[in-house]
């Protein structure tokens, strides 16, 4: 008899033991700082796991628990200062794990409609931080790329339908050098050009972004359907001069887009919220609780402004779909405004956190990161072997040891994550001599402490 959709003893000892890890794990404010194993390693140290007859759950989950999670690096360490880390609250953890339970289709009202509906309450926070007008809405999407891919598939389709000589034609958008790499990866998959403004400090402002039209062929020009803003670079944390952008896209009739994917949680923070200033213009905006609104990956989100042409673009067609236009089935479906028909309710854990807390508590916690990027600052300033490469911005910090090389940065960084104290990586900067190597701190979960910041910056000296 097939048991794999029974319930038996196996089930709830299993049960029982991911449970315990789950609550051991969710208690645990500086777990292991794990680090990659290659793969042949792993592969003897676990040797095959999918076999015919299967090898069990106990052993299975035992060979997760103790080596192939340890070959896993946390985003929520308070020294994983890396990259665009996160720092999903507890609330949201145990509440995607009541998301997977549930076992909710959540891509039509018919299906989800209970589970959309929470969702759409966190959604309704997120685009009030925009201050985008009435009627403006959004969808949780798996992440930052897939959100710039819905946005820029709706853009291009609205510019089709302009003019029938847009028809066919290959589209061409435009960025600057400090946007994310998802913009090149998602204009790639849906076959459009980007041309990238050269800003020497990473900063896209209206009159750059005139010139860059303007420098245009008039081939190129007749192609070019939209401008891709950024909210918060992911290098060095810059918003660009939104408010300028935004009067060239309305003079030249294109759309804009704002990725905020890393820098959209300052929204919620009173202390940076006028550097966004602008982005209440925008066509569209991408912002990903998973990063700096402490949602457990993947939680992405687009926001439009106009959600029709957003419909008009993503709502698919099929006979066995008809079911879900018709009265009975009637709600939104947020099928229909992204590049995906299939997906999990996504924003859930976002919704029962934001419940649980309240919004207030998320502000002060995205302040404390933009704190921290501050406190670090001043630590650098008065060190005598460190210097700043340019002022925190949001919450990341830029800074240099005196005379090191790129050698010097790698080999410190897998110093200190092969000790287990931290994971911080180097960058590049382009300054008056060309790109130098650097390093970086990003800060987004509130229990890093200032005695985190000192531990790290001593390893340096």
Same mark, same amino acid.
Not at 231 to 243: F, K, M
Not at 414 to 439: D, M
């Given at each position: 008899?097939?048991?794999?959709?029974?319930?038996?003893?196996?089930?709830?000892?299993?049960?029982?033991?991911?449970?315990?890890?789950?609550?051991?794990?969710?208690?645990?404010?500086? &777990?292991?700082?794990?680090?990659?194993?290659?793969?042949?390693?792993?592969?003897?140290?676990?040797?095959?796991?999918?076999?015919?007859?299967?090898?069990?759950?106990?052993?299975?989950?035992?060979?997760?628990?103790?080596?192939?999670?340890?070959?896993?690096?946390?985003?929520?360490?308070?020294?994983?200062?890396?990259?665009?880390?996160?720092?999903?609250?507890?609330?949201?953890?145990?509440?995607?794990?009541?998301?997977?339970?549930?076992?909710?289709?959540?891509?039509?009202?018919?299906?989800?409609?209970?589970?959309?509906?929470?969702?759409?309450?966190?959604?309704?926070?997120?685009?009030?931080?925009?201050?985008? &007008?009435?009627?403006?809405?959004?969808?949780?999407?798996?992440?930052?790329?897939?959100?710039?891919?819905?946005?820029?598939?709706?853009?291009?389709?609205?510019?089709?339908?302009?003019?029938?000589?847009?028809?066919?034609?290959?589209?061409?958008?435009?960025?600057?050098?400090?946007?994310?790499?998802?913009?090149?990866?998602?204009?790639?998959?849906?076959?459009?050009?980007?041309?990238?403004?050269?800003? &020497?400090? %990473?900063?896209?402002?209206?009159?750059?972004?005139?010139?860059?039209? %303007?420098?245009?062929?008039?081939?190129?020009?007749?192609?070019?359907?939209?401008?891709?803003?950024?909210?918060?670079?992911?290098?060095?944390?810059?918003?660009?001069?939104?408010?300028?952008?935004?009067?060239?896209?309305?003079?030249?009739?294109? @759309?804009?887009?704002?990725?905020?994917?890393?820098?959209?949680? #300052?929204? #919620?923070?009173?202390?940076?919220?006028?550097?966004?200033?602008?982005?209440?213009?925008?066509?569209?905006?991408?912002?990903?609780?998973?990063?700096?609104?402490?949602?457990?990956?993947?939680?992405?989100?687009?926001?439009?402004?106009?959600?029709?042409?957003?419909?008009?673009?993503?709502?698919?067609?099929?006979?066995?779909?008809?079911?879900?236009?018709?009265?009975?089935?009637?709600?939104?479906?947020?099928?229909?405004?992204?590049?995906?028909?299939?997906?999990?309710?996504?924003?859930?854990?976002? @919704?029962?956190?934001?419940?649980?807390?309240?919004?207030?508590?998320?502000?002060?916690?995205?302040?404390?990161?933009?704190?921290?990027?501050?406190?670090?600052?001043?630590?650098?300033?008065?060190?005598?072997? +460190?210097? +700043?490469?340019? &002022?925190?911005?949001?919450?990341?910090?830029?800074?240099?040891?005196?005379?090191?090389?790129?050698?010097?940065?790698?080999?410190?960084?897998?110093?200190?994550?092969?000790?287990?104290?931290?994971?911080?990586?180097?960058?590049? @900067?382009?300054?008056?001599?060309?790109?130098?190597?650097?390093?970086?701190?990003?800060?987004?979960?509130?229990?890093?402490?200032?005695?985190?910041?000192?531990?790290? +910056?001593?390893?340096?000296?």
């Amino acid at each position: 008899m097939n048991k794999m959709h029974k319930i038996d003893i196996d089930l709830v000892e299993m049960t029982l033991d991911v449970m315990k890890y789950t609550i051991d794990r969710i208690s645990n404010v500086t &777990p292991e700082l794990g680090a990659p194993k290659k793969e042949e390693e792993l592969f003897e140290l676990i040797g095959e796991t999918v076999t015919p007859t299967g090898i069990g759950g106990e052993v299975a989950f035992k060979m997760f628990r103790d080596i192939l999670v340890k070959a896993t690096v946390p985003i929520d360490h308070p020294r994983h200062l890396a990259f665009v880390p996160a720092a999903p609250t507890r609330a949201a953890i145990m509440f995607d794990l009541v998301t997977s339970a549930s076992s909710i289709h959540g891509a039509y009202w018919m299906e989800g409609a209970g589970g959309i509906f929470c969702e759409n309450q966190a959604m309704k926070w997120l685009v009030s931080l925009t201050g985008l &007008p009435e009627g403006s809405f959004g969808v949780f999407t798996s992440g930052g790329t897939a959100a710039n891919l819905s946005a820029m598939v709706a853009a291009r389709e609205a510019w089709r339908k302009k003019s029938t000589g847009n028809i066919g034609v290959r589209a061409l958008l435009l960025t600057s050098n400090g946007a994310h790499s998802s913009i090149q990866a998602m204009a790639k998959v849906m076959d459009a050009d980007v041309v990238m403004i050269d800003c &020497p400090d %990473e900063n896209l402002r209206g009159h750059a972004l005139q010139t860059a039209i %303007e420098e245009l062929g008039e081939k190129d020009r007749k192609r070019l359907f939209a401008v891709v803003a950024t909210g918060g670079t992911t290098n060095a944390g810059i918003i660009d001069e939104l408010d300028s952008i935004a009067d060239v896209c309305e003079k030249e009739d294109l @759309w804009f887009h704002v990725d905020a994917a890393y820098g959209g949680g #300052a929204l #919620a923070a009173p202390s940076v919220r006028h550097l966004f200033n602008g982005i209440e213009r925008a066509d569209s905006i991408t912002i990903d609780p998973h990063k700096w609104l402490f949602s457990p990956y993947d939680c992405g989100a687009v926001i439009y402004k106009n959600m029709e042409l957003a419909a008009e673009a993503h709502s698919q067609k099929g006979s066995y779909l008809e079911i879900f236009k018709d009265e009975g089935a009637q709600g939104f479906n947020p099928a229909d405004y992204q590049i995906q028909l299939t997906r999990r309710l996504r924003g859930m854990p976002l @919704w029962f956190s934001l419940a649980m807390h309240g919004t207030e508590k998320y502000s002060t916690s995205i302040e404390r990161g933009i704190e921290l990027a501050q406190i670090a600052a001043k630590k650098i300033e008065e060190a005598e072997d +460190l210097e +700043l490469v340019r &002022p925190a911005s949001l919450s990341v910090v830029l800074f240099r040891r005196k005379g090191w090389t790129a050698e010097e940065y790698r080999d410190w960084t897998y110093r200190n994550h092969k000790s287990g104290l931290a994971l911080v990586t180097p960058t590049k @900067w382009k300054g008056e001599n060309g790109y130098e190597t650097i390093s970086r701190f990003c800060f987004i979960n509130p229990e890093t402490t200032e005695d985190d910041i000192d531990m790290i +910056l001593e390893t340096m000296m």
